[in-house]
């Protein structure tokens, strides 16, 4: 997990940063995303797996539960906006923001640690308890969101419609992840693991496929996402430096050309076209993993 960890920062750095999201090896805008959090959660995880498993857990549910009693503390402080807090760490020529704050996703890895070890259980132990925590995960948030004092830093209101006073109920804080925004993804993604448990239906065997290559298919899809972009631009403007250039913030990961954009239709069609363009990509990697016993590609 230490040495995990240390690559999943050093992917996000380079990897991600330059030949993924942005094109550029400037490190002029540098956003700390989803594999720099995850990497330091694994760090984090190689120092607690030396204690028992329902402390872990505990610690990791207490990270959960109270990290929004904090909500309100506001600091310049480097160390505290990467633990809690979404803010740039660095400002200037050179920004470096931090998108994932820590605390909340290391207490996400450290509980997932102790939710592993239920696959040492009998099957229908397992499946009893995944339930239950699903069911008791997804009626949590309903109630604590319904009380609407605590667990997110933006409270729901009444809207003009039914439905829209249901889009603010469920609009919870992403970043850094609110007790709610966990209590409603993690108790649906536990009964899923209930319904799913000792079978995959067929129609999610794909899905395997990519789960098999998860690192391989992340940033290789950033990075396809990006060349069709250069390509589409290309065409239209008879140029492409915009998709090269993130002058500040406000331009990450590149900067869209006048008119730039797609309607959402045309936006769901691209996101379908790459990933079934992904699978067979990940179809031959996952086969070279089976072949060759090579260190680095357990990596991805």
Not at 106 to 115: D, F, K, P, Q, S
């Given at each position: 997990?230490?040495?995990r960890?240390?690559?999943l ?34 760090i ?20 959960i ?6 909500d ?14 979404q803010?740039?760490v660095?400002s ?8 994932y704050?820590?605390i909340?996703?290391?207490g996400?890895?450290?509980v997932?640690?102790g ?5 040492s ?18 009626l ?7 009380i ?8 729901w209101?009444p ?10 109920f ?12 966990l209590?409603?993804t ?13 079978r995959t ?33 290309y ?8 998709m ?16 730039w954009?797609?309607?959402?239709p045309?936006?769901?069609?691209w996101w379908?076209?790459?990933?079934l ?15 060759r ?8």
């Amino acid at each position: 997990m230490l040495t995990r960890g240390i690559w999943l920062i050093g992917a996000e750095l380079v990897l991600a940063r330059c030949f993924a999201y942005q094109f550029n090896v400037d490190y002029q805008i540098t956003l700390l995303l989803v594999l720099w959090a995850i990497g330091w959660a694994m760090i984090t995880l190689a120092a607690l797996v030396h204690l028992p498993v329902s402390v872990v857990t505990a610690i990791g549910a207490l990270l959960i539960a109270g990290h929004n009693l904090f909500d309100s503390v506001r600091s310049a402080n480097p160390l505290w906006t990467i633990l809690h807090q979404q803010r740039a760490v660095l400002s200037g020529d050179h920004v470096v923001f931090v998108a994932y704050p820590l605390i909340p996703w290391i207490g996400v890895t450290a509980v997932g640690y102790g939710l592993g070890h239920l696959y040492s259980w009998t099957p229908d132990e397992r499946r009893a308890w995944l339930l239950r925590l699903g069911l008791a995960t997804s009626l949590a948030f309903v109630v604590i969101r319904g009380i609407n004092g605590y667990g997110d830093p933006a409270h729901w209101m009444p809207q003009p419609t039914a439905l829209f006073t249901a889009l603010s109920f469920l609009n919870a804080t992403k970043q850094p992840p609110s007790l709610l925004y966990l209590l409603m993804t993690l108790g649906p993604a536990l009964l899923v693991l209930w319904a799913v448990d000792g079978r995959t239906p067929r129609l999610l065997r794909p899905a395997l496929t990519f789960g098999r290559v998860p690192m391989f298919y992340y940033l290789t899809h950033f990075a396809l996402l990006h060349v069709l972009a250069v390509g589409v631009c290309y065409l239209r403007y008879r140029t492409a430096h915009w998709m090269f250039e993130s002058p500040d913030l406000a331009h990450y990961p590149f900067s869209p050309p006048p008119g730039w954009g797609f309607t959402l239709p045309a936006v769901y069609l691209w996101w379908a076209s790459v990933v079934l363009a992904m699978y067979p990509l990940c179809v031959w990697f996952g086969r070279l993993k089976q072949r060759r016993s090579d260190a680095w590609l357990s990596y991805f």
